[in-house]
């Protein structure tokens, strides 16, 4: 059996080494139009800014490795220009010599991954402005940051690589500017998580600029449609990647609703000898059933090995995927798995939301702390999803939180997870318990939470509100909701004799639990309609700082 596969980085070759593994006698050759192979794309952020010194650590895998390891060829610097898979042949360019040959196959493996998008902007071929999306690219920036020395730079699009990049540059001393047309950085979290990292940026000196639009790049700026000039004497463009699926449109394959390569579990697209695996490819969520796109590299991996097991006759199938995910920002960990709120409520889902500000360990030993906010349905109680952006820990808890609804976990279950315990690594109580517990409360326990939006929405609407301040006379001197009255935890039993029991009530701390503590007491006094404040005056104070700076 002749297996070809296209493509090798992550897919191409995890496919390639589980069919040798499965099948010694087949005849395996792997065709790649770039020069380097099996490499870490994630890591090029890292050696742009330094912190990784040598490129090759980044491929430590090379030709010579896969023919003598595995017995596989890897042809470098070839192109596969075209298929035809009626007579299953494929046309060949050496780009190193311009010649071309043709291939035969009996089963294909289609791993042509991503490309960047490059928006329509006057100036965005210039030297001075990069995408980053292969190794190339890393060279190329690279080797211009050492021979220029730019003083400014901006970035368009704020998604992972835009903000990865965002901290390489920053670290190299580069006065930076972040551009996102949306509103938002980082789009696929919920704004009132992004909060944080809008902050945490400009907290660096970085300027953000959401909601802009890029018209021109010149030699030394960037012009905004707005009419507002950056100054940039290097730019790169992150404005997202596509499947990369023409081979596959060209030889009649289906095309998936995503705009990536329609796949069986066994990676089987619509023709039977052709199997198609990592960025190029649609998957579906775990969580939903429903067809996904994400081009992660852990994704990358998983589907190439099941490909190359589907296609030598082995019982591997593609389980699905939450999208986990994780990055840095300085000092910042921030990750999501499963559904946003945005996310489950387009899909009909009535969310519970929670926001859980815990440290990573106990009291007095030290360490940072994180927000969790995690998103569950109403009806069954089901966990849908979680991002968490923290100083510490924060790996730790997005993995829990992944492998709960991988099995579909409700938010019950959380609370009695026995997860490992000494004061080194976590509290007694975990930040995931917590989790548990203020969720299940809000579900089944009669401990009704309300968001910092609903909040506000609720303000505007009128109506009398009571919004009880539980914390001590310092903290509400500081910085306390509007309208907010201050009534100490320790006070609020003879207190709340004033207060009007049928009225909405809001009661808060600086992170949720003495908040809670004082809805527990409300609602023993009788008060009908008791919610306590999400992720406290904390969380309040950084979603109103944000809106207020949009105003």
């Not at 517990?437 to 089944?444: C, I, P, R």
Request: hydrophobic share 40%; net charge negative.
């Amino acid at each position: 059996m002749r297996v070809v596969v296209i493509g090798a980085v992550a897919a191409g070759t995890s496919a390639a080494a589980k069919a040798r593994r499965n099948d010694e006698q087949a005849d395996i050759v792997v065709y790649e139009k770039g020069h380097f192979i099996s490499y870490s794309g994630c890591g090029m952020p890292y050696y742009i800014s330094g912190e990784v010194e040598k490129a090759e650590a980044l491929y430590p895998r090379d030709v010579s490795f896969f023919k003598d390891k595995y017995n596989v060829d890897i042809l470098t610097e070839h192109e596969v220009t075209s298929l035809n898979t009626t007579d299953k042949t494929l046309a060949v360019t050496n780009l190193k010599t311009g010649q071309t040959f043709t291939d035969g196959y009996d089963k294909l493996v289609i791993a042509t991954g991503a490309f960047a998008v490059a928006p329509p902007i006057k100036g965005i071929k210039q030297g001075w402005v990069f995408a980053l999306r292969d190794m190339g690219d890393m060279v190329d920036i690279s080797a211009f940051v050492q021979a220029n020395k730019p003083k400014t730079a901006a970035i368009i699009g704020s998604g992972f690589v835009g903000l990865e990049m965002a901290e390489s540059l920053r670290k190299l001393g580069i006065s930076l500017t972040v551009i996102e047309k949306l509103p938002q950085v980082m789009p696929v979290m919920d704004s009132d998580m992004v909060v944080h990292i809008k902050r945490r940026l400009e907290e660096e000196g970085i300027a953000v600029y959401t909601g802009a639009t890029v018209g021109e790049i010149t030699s030394q700026q960037v012009l905004l449609n707005d009419g507002r000039k950056i100054s940039a004497e290097l730019v790169l463009v992150s404005a997202g990647i596509k499947p990369n699926v023409s081979l596959a449109k060209e030889a009649g394959l289906e095309i998936g609703e995503t705009g990536a390569i329609k796949v069986g579990r066994d990676m089987r697209t619509s023709n039977p000898d052709i199997f198609a695996c990592g960025d190029c490819a649609e998957m579906f969520s775990s969580l939903t059933g429903k067809p996904v796109w994400y081009p992660l590299g852990t994704t990358a991996n998983k589907t190439g090995r099941v490909a190359g097991d589907a296609l030598t006759g082995g019982p591997l199938r593609f389980r699905g995927i939450l999208g986990t995910s994780i990055m840095r920002l300085f000092d910042l960990s921030i990750a999501q798995t499963g559904l946003t709120q945005r996310e489950a409520r387009e899909m009909g889902y009535q969310t519970v939301v929670s926001h859980v500000t815990k440290p990573a360990r106990t009291n007095y030993m030290p360490g940072g702390e994180m927000t969790i906010k995690a998103v569950a349905d109403k009806e069954s109680g089901q966990l849908l999803g979680a991002q968490i952006v923290g100083t510490d820990g924060v790996d730790k808890r997005i993995d829990v939180l992944a492998t709960a609804l991988s099995f579909r976990a409700k938010v019950e279950d959380l609370e009695h997870l026995d997860l490992a315990y000494a004061p080194p690594f976590s509290a007694t109580r975990d930040p995931v318990h917590y989790v548990g517990m203020v969720l299940s409360g809000a579900l089944g326990g009669g401990r009704e939470l309300i968001t910092a939006e609903e909040l506000e929405s609720a303000q505007k609407a009128g109506g009398k509100i009571n919004i009880i301040d539980a914390r001590k006379p310092e903290s509400f001197a500081r910085s306390h909701v509007k309208d907010a009255a201050n009534i100490p935890h320790e006070k609020l039993r003879e207190a709340c004799e004033t207060l009007d029991k049928d009225a909405l009530t809001i009661t808060y701390c600086n992170s949720g639990t003495t908040g809670n503590a004082a809805q527990n007491i409300l609602l023993g006094k009788g008060f009908k309609r008791v919610y306590n404040l999400s992720g406290g005056e904390r969380q309040y104070q950084a979603v109103q700082g944000e809106e207020m700076q949009e105003q």
